[in-house]
């Protein structure tokens, strides 16, 4: 088992910057996909970014230029960059992994085996 623990969340300025964090731990040998979603009241959760465990990075395009994800292999962390904040960024984001080698829909729930329990990110005008 793979526990996710996500942090870095809270409140910004329309405009302004956070950085996620999530701390992997457990069978941290056993995933290669990891990725950022986020979900809001009442919506379906949606991919974010994706990245695997050698640096290969994807983007939804409403976030690329201004989010950035990655993961670093010595702390088992990953991490999201978020910069040029707007209020539509407001969601509750979650990170999860994926055992999978090959993983086309990488902004598909259905992929992902272990889910954090999720940060609150709230951007105001």
């Known amino acids: 088992q793979v526990q996710l623990v996500e942090s870095g969340g809270g409140s910004v300025q329309a405009g302004g910057s956070l950085t996620l964090s999530c701390a992997a731990s457990?069978?941290?040998?056993?995933?290669?996909?990891l990725a950022w979603f986020r979900q809001g009241a009442g919506e379906e959760r949606e991919g974010v970014a994706g990245v695997t465990t050698g640096g290969s990075a994807r983007y939804a395009d409403s976030v690329k230029g201004r989010f950035t994800i990655s993961y670093d292999n010595g702390k088992k962390t990953l991490y999201l960059r978020m910069s040029s904040l707007a209020p539509e960024d407001s969601n509750v984001y979650y990170c999860?992994?994926?055992?999978?080698?090959?993983?086309?829909?990488?902004?598909?729930?259905?992929?992902?085996?272990?889910w954090g329990q999720g940060t609150q990110v709230t951007v105001s005008s």
């Open positions: 999860a992994t994926s055992r999978l080698f090959v993983l086309r829909n990488w902004d598909q729930m259905g992929p992902y085996n272990y």
């Open positions: 457990g069978d941290v040998y056993s995933y290669y996909h």
